[in-house]
């Protein structure tokens, strides 16, 4: 916990960018999710760095979000600081077929600013209601193609507040995640290069992307998007739904009717209603098949 004096030098140095005992439930797709001790949502690179180097000499818990489309935050909430990579990160500037992006631009932006300059490749992430940055960490993907297809670099920012440059191989991206998930440095900046392509082209595998999104996904409750990854050669969602867990309930948390791997909130789900949805499902799905579903969602917080 902060203290009212940690507190008041902290909101001294961010002025305007501080929040105490915010409620993460606003900051998550799943609109669930207790309070944060301080949270913080910084202008720009600078604030950013001002507050990592803040938090790293005092030793305290530090957590960074994007848009909380991954993120289930329990129902005790965070002890420590949450950083927020949010617009003010999330200017995008494309130059022939490489697109730059700030970690907190949504990647529907992204994707339209490729598709007005013709550039090719990132139409998978059409849809995905994440930022660049978490994109990266996660090797976000869809529809065959991931993040891991169009990085070629990143700016990271390390504890101290210093920025480095991160190749592409030096991220080792795999399915559904980086090195960079769960390690010390955070996302800045994001260079993706892409393929000259036929904007009118690019725009119709959108619609048809989106279409397909809107018919199969449950875009209607929130939710976190997939919660189990796929195990090898198989469906997450087909494998839960042979164990019969569609449409199950714990409190106002449902396994979707729409797509068994989406857990939505149906109104005042908590965090310990999907976290006893998720081990059901797991349970059935390994009584049925001998397959331990592992998560794609991150579990933050306490109880």
């Known amino acids: 916990m902060i203290s009212p004096a940690g507190y008041k030098e902290l909101n001294a140095l961010l002025p305007g960018q501080v929040k105490v005992f915010e409620p993460m439930a606003r900051h998550t797709t799943w609109r669930i999710g207790g309070p944060a001790d301080i949270f913080v949502e910084p202008a720009g690179v600078k604030e950013l760095a001002r507050l990592v180097s803040w938090v790293h000499h005092r030793g305290l818990p530090l957590y960074f979000i994007g848009n909380g489309s991954n993120l289930l935050v329990k129902d005790g909430g965070i002890r420590g600081v949450v950083v927020k990579i949010g617009r003010a990160l999330g200017r995008v500037q494309v130059c022939e077929t490489t697109i730059t992006a700030g970690a907190g631009a949504m990647l529907g932006v992204l994707a339209s600013a490729a598709q007005k300059n013709g550039v090719g490749g990132l139409e998978f992430a059409t849809g995905i209601p994440g930022t660049a940055g978490g994109a990266v960490v996660m090797n976000a993907g869809a529809n065959g193609s991931s993040m891991a297809d169009l990085v070629r670099e990143v700016m990271v ?45 690019i725009r119709a595998d ?89 998560l794609e969602v991150q579990v933050l917080g306490e109880d």
């Open 206 to 294: 959108m619609e048809e992307y989106l279409a397909r999104r809107q018919a199969t996904q449950p875009l209607s409750y929130p939710s976190a998007g997939s919660v189990f990854k796929n195990p090898p050669g198989k469906s997450a969602g087909w494998l839960i739904e042979q164990a019969g867990c569609k449409g199950m309930r714990q409190g106002d948390a449902q396994v979707s009717t729409v797509h068994a791997n989406f857990i939505v909130n149906l109104g005042r789900a908590t965090a310990r209603d999907v976290q006893a949805l998720i081990h059901r499902v797991q349970q059935l799905v390994y009584k049925r098949f001998g397959i331990s579903l592992a």
């Open 157 to 201: 920012m390390n504890p101290s507040g210093d920025l480095e440059r991160k190749k592409a191989h030096e991220l080792n991206f795999g399915y559904r995640t980086s090195n960079l998930l769960g390690g010390s440095l955070v996302v800045v900046e994001v260079t993706c290069r892409g393929i000259s392509r036929d904007p009118q082209r």
